[in-house]
């Protein structure tokens, strides 16, 4: 009786951890955070600081050649760096996580319009 007892409490103590764990590691819809466009016109290079962890999304309609470069001034040694190419007559889109109150430097060299999408999309 004590071992069904026990075994019971295991199997619904670890289901619940299992759900548990996998509620608070993905993506929660909080809404997100538009960037505005205009900044990263010209291959201009923009700072942001991001206000939570989460992801910067970007997606350049222009049909264009375009890179995407992103680096985060915050930590010192192995500074995450991420260059997308797009060579080809197609959107370029990127993911990137981001680490709340961490700086990024990101640029954008050829086309951006109001067309483009530039989001932040916090985690839970």
Not at 70 to 99: K, T, V
Request: glycine share 4%; hydrophobic share 40%.
């Amino acid at each position: 009786m004590l071992k069904s007892l026990l075994r019971l409490f295991c199997e619904t103590f670890l289901k619940s951890k299992k759900e548990w764990i996998q509620n608070t590691t993905f993506i929660q819809d909080k809404g997100n955070i538009s960037l505005p466009w205009e900044p990263f016109t010209g291959g201009k290079e923009v700072e942001y600081v991001a206000p939570e962890n989460g992801l910067f999304q970007c997606v350049i309609r222009a049909k264009t050649p375009n890179q995407i470069w992103i680096i985060c001034d915050s930590h010192n040694a192995g500074a995450p760096r991420m260059y997308f190419d797009q060579s080809a007559n197609e959107w370029l889109e990127c993911f990137y996580r981001m680490e709340k109150g961490a700086r990024y430097r990101i640029r954008i060299t050829t086309a951006v319009s109001a067309d483009d999408t530039l989001l932040f999309i916090p985690f839970n």
